[in-house]
């Protein structure tokens, strides 16, 4: 077998965002976070019945509606146009933040710049730069089951993403609880990254050599397989 | 008790230098167009209302609504969860240059402080944004094992909202996710000013329908044909 490049043998987003697809339960209500994380609606397994909440107010959304289709006054989060499934309701903005923060949501999956070791999550701004805007991310990742966050393991430059410490400005504190990368699955518990999946061709060593923080193991590591053509 | 105004010009007339404003819709729905070009249109033929503090969740998008206001230089502070948009020129300009104020609070926070306010519920507590710099100087407490931070609540001078059907007692309904921030502005300001797509007489709207009851809403003025802040932007409208 060749030697694995962390860099061309990755996971692309399309192939993450259909691993975190996978664990998305029949019967849950899901938000997913504006940009990445919502291509996992698309990978959404047969069979399941999934509720999608967006945080300006509706519930039970579908598909993107075809160009030209569109009704601005139903839009998502990221303030793309939607369509209604069958079931969907309408409410203010305090009714659905209270889904988020009342722990009425199953699971809410967002991205990251940085995520610590005991489950921190930077995903909001890089520096003192520019226009901050945090939007409704410090109120995602509170209340849900389960947050979730899918991002490449590394940054652009090869630097750890998972680390001991975020050293960017904070969105919530000890709020992970799985990270699916593009080498890998980890769950964070008791202030550890757990692996529980990695990309077959892939050594232990290599996967610690571009991971910020020690990963632990909790019994079998399996391997971490997807499509290959998505 | 009739609360019809029956311009938008009349309606936003009282609106002195210095108030503060909450403006609804989220992105490009929701957004009382043209209750805030109405205000505009004053500003541009008497020097008033300046100084304003705006709430909303956004900092204005394009050329048209808040991003008018702001190019205008009608407002001093914005209060919001998310200035950036598809085209905030208007707002970073200003911002960069040091013109406006920003106070940035994370969206539920946003609500949460004005649904407190039209509540009569000074402060209340939430996870939201515990241990992160928008917490700074905040207090916090430990409830059942988890920390939280305290929040104000967040009233204003003057609401501007916009809803669909609409009596002229003021009770309302909104259009779709148009009805976002809406419903809570219009309880935590001191006047709220509504356009309606269709203003009817009492009993045109049935009361199990009514998603803001009349005692929220002060004046209230029928505007059509709304135009659609989205449509708008895109559109490359400017005002």
């Known amino acids: 077998m060749p030697d694995f490049n962390i860099m061309e043998d990755k996971l692309s987003n399309a192939q993450i965002a259909w691993r975190a697809a996978q664990d998305i339960e029949d019967g849950s209500y899901v938000n997913l976070g504006i940009g990445f994380p919502e291509m996992i609606a698309k990978f959404q397994p047969e069979g399941r019945d999934v509720t999608y909440h967006t945080e300006n107010g509706v519930l039970g959304f579908g598909k993107a509606p075809k160009e030209g289709e569109e009704d601005w006054d139903l839009i998502n989060a990221g303030k793309k146009a939607i369509t209604l499934n069958p079931g969907a309701s309408f409410f203010h903005h305090a009714d659905s933040f209270s889904m988020v923060r009342g722990g009425h949501l199953d699971l809410a999956v967002l991205g990251a710049y940085q995520v610590a070791q005991n489950g921190d999550l930077a995903n909001w701004r890089v520096g003192t730069k520019g226009v901050p805007a945090v939007g409704g991310a410090m109120d995602l990742v509170h209340g849900a089951k389960r947050v979730a966050v899918v991002t490449d393991h590394v940054t652009k430059d090869g630097g750890p993403k998972l680390v001991e410490t975020c050293t960017f400005p904070l969105t919530g504190v000890g709020c992970v609880t799985r990270v699916y990368t593009s080498l890998a699955v980890i769950d964070i518990e008791g202030g550890k990254f757990i692996l529980r999946e990695k990309l077959p061709g892939l050594t232990m060593e290599a996967l610690q050599a571009v991971t910020g923080a020690t990963l632990h193991t909790d019994g079998n590591v399996l391997d971490l397989i997807v499509p290959e053509d998505l | ?239």
């Open chain 2, 1 to 239: 008790m009739d609360k019809t105004i029956s311009t938008v010009a009349e309606a936003v007339a009282d609106i002195p230098d210095g108030a503060q404003v909450m403006i609804g819709g989220f992105g490009g729905s929701g957004a009382p167009i043209e209750l805030i070009h109405a205000l505009i249109d004053r500003f541009r033929a008497t020097g008033s209302p300046k100084n304003l503090t705006v709430i909303n969740n956004n900092a204005g998008n394009g050329y048209i609504g808040i991003a008018a206001m702001i190019k205008a230089g009608m407002v001093k502070k914005m209060i919001c969860s998310f200035p950036r948009s598809s085209n905030a020129e208007a707002f970073n300009e200003k911002y960069l240059a040091g013109e406006i104020e920003l106070e940035l609070v994370p969206q539920g926070t946003l609500a949460e402080r004005i649904r407190a306010a039209g509540a009569g519920i000074p402060a209340f507590y939430t996870p939201t944004s515990f241990g992160t710099e928008l917490a700074e100087g905040k207090p916090t407490e430990e409830f059942d094992g988890k920390m939280y931070v305290r929040e104000r609540w967040l009233k204003a001078d003057f609401a501007l909202i916009k809803g669909q059907q609409g009596d002229t007692v003021g009770n309302m309904t909104y259009r779709m996710a148009a009805r976002n921030f809406n419903p809570l502005m219009a309880m935590a300001a001191a006047k709220t000013i509504a356009q309606v797509s269709e203003l009817g007489e009492p009993g045109s709207i049935d009361p199990q329908q009514v998603i803001t009851p009349g005692i929220f809403v002060d004046a209230i003025v029928e505007v059509a044909q709304p135009q659609q802040e989205e449509v708008l932007v895109r559109t490359g409208v400017v005002y």
